[in-house]
């Protein structure tokens, strides 16, 4: 029992350690670039297609708003804090293992309540 | 003589009596500091132990639960409105050229389709393209014979095992009633359909041959997203995007879960409209009925006083 406290007060603290935070920024940088390479390919071979599917057309568009743009960073800092977890030593027999699952659903269910309402105008 | 020692047996018998109740008070209050003590360390122990499990206890998150569907403006939604039966029809050929490869619709039968969303003979030449058991012949030889209207829809697989079997141990639902038995009906299926994402969010670990999908309580899937832009050609020319055929399949499950729905709707409409005019009449015709007693006046002549 002592020891699931003392691992408690440990991932307490973890949150506020700034050493993670620092790091952030540099993987978040490369991220953020590659993400937009893959948007810039995507659209590319969608303009090529014609067809496109409304519902995302919508999200991209929700997600281009001030609370998406917010959501996605959100997103973003959490992969990126994961992405570092998983590099470092010992990842595999950790026994609380952060997933972003939590600031997925966020993101996810704003733009499904930004895009829903006017999809389906868009449908025949 | 006698009586003094008479009276020092008394006083001898009382005097050990007096001691037994004593001993027996002294182990009786023992027993229950025993018990007192053995409680509250069990109590202790109890709550520590529930202490240390909820530090790392995981039920109940978010996405146990699963993202839930956002509402959609289906075609149905109003009071008054029924299905979109272009839909339906547009949603069959999905559900027969992408979902009929692992789901069945058991509970549902060729001739249903009539009226609503092919005709008959077109419905004719989609059963009769199936083959179905016939009685035997003389020799008792099994026969097949060509689907009719009675027929229900054929299922993919012959049974349960052979449809675990075919995908990896994952039994693919029946679709005849899975609008009704899934929260949030057919916006929990459209948002099913269209809600794989690219890749899972970070540091989600998924059981080999399963798939990420946020509206699916869990969020591993053994179905992988099955509909991509322009996978099926509807005859009519609709463009045929994802969310398209997502929402076609939809209504038309939504349908085959509740293929009275539109009757309903309208018989609820005539029920209302008789029960209603029937109301007011009731209101009307009972004006008459108590005018007599309503209008009728009771007065009180006392008895002269006698002089």
């Given at each position: 029992m002592l020891s699931t406290i003392v691992d408690y007060i440990e991932e307490i603290k973890d949150q506020f350690v700034p050493i993670v935070a620092r790091a952030e920024d540099e993987v978040e940088e490369t991220n953020d670039g590659e993400e937009e390479e893959d948007d810039d390919d995507d659209d590319e071979d969608e303009d090529e297609e014609e067809t496109k599917d409304q519902y995302d057309e919508l999200k991209e568009e929700c997600l281009q708003t001030e609370k998406g743009k917010a959501l996605k960073h959100h997103y973003d800092e959490c992969a990126a804090r994961v992405q570092l977890q998983k590099e470092q030593p010992g990842y595999d027999d950790l026994e609380n293992k952060e997933d972003c699952v939590e600031e997925f659903f966020h993101l996810q269910h704003y733009l499904d309540s930004c895009a829903a309402p006017r999809l389906f105008n868009k449908l025949k | 003589m006698f009586s003094r020692s008479i009276l020092s047996r008394m006083v001898s018998k009382t005097a050990a009596r007096q001691l037994s109740t004593v001993s027996g008070n002294t182990a009786k209050s023992a027993n229950n500091k025993l018990l007192i003590t053995g409680a509250a360390l069990a109590g202790i122990t109890a709550s520590g132990l529930l202490y240390a499990e909820s530090l790392t206890a995981n039920a109940m998150t978010a996405a146990e639960h699963g993202l839930h569907s956002p509402e959609f403006d289906w075609?149905?939604?109003?009071?008054f409105s029924t299905f979109d039966h272009a839909s339906i029809r547009r949603g069959y050929q999905v559900y027969r050229e992408v979902c009929a490869a692992c789901h069945?619709?058991?509970?549902?039968?060729?001739?249903?389709l009539v009226g609503v969303s092919h005709t008959n003979s077109e419905v004719k030449e989609m059963a009769e393209e199936f083959e179905y058991d016939d009685e035997p012949d003389d020799n008792g030889n099994p026969k097949k014979r060509p689907g009719k209207?009675?027929?229900?829809?054929?299922?993919?697989?012959?049974n349960e095992q052979a449809a675990r079997a075919a995908n990896q141990g994952a039994l693919p639902p029946d679709l005849s009633l899975i609008v009704k038995a899934r929260h949030g009906g057919s916006d929990y299926i459209f948002s099913l359909l269209?809600?794989?994402?690219?890749?899972?969010?970070?540091?989600v670990t998924l059981p080999v041959g399963s798939n990420y999908n946020?509206?699916?309580?869990?969020?591993?899937?053994?179905?992988?997203?099955?509909?991509?832009?322009?996978?099926v050609e509807y005859e009519d020319g609709t463009p045929a995007t994802t969310s398209q055929m997502a929402k076609d399949v939809s209504q038309f499950l939504n349908w085959c879960s509740e293929p009275e729905h539109d009757e309903r709707k309208r018989q609820g409409l005539k029920a209302i409209i008789i029960l209603s005019s029937l109301y007011l009449l009731s209101v009307w015709v009972k004006k008459f009925k108590w005018a007599s007693i309503k209008t009728r006046k009771f007065t009180y002549t006392p008895p002269k006083p006698r002089k």
């Open positions: - | 075609p149905q939604n109003g009071p069945s619709l058991d509970r549902v039968a060729w001739r249903t209207l009675a027929d229900y829809i054929p299922a993919p697989y012959p269209t809600g794989y994402p690219e890749d899972a969010p970070e540091g946020p509206y699916f309580p869990g969020g591993s899937i053994a179905m992988g997203r099955v509909l991509f832009d322009d996978l």
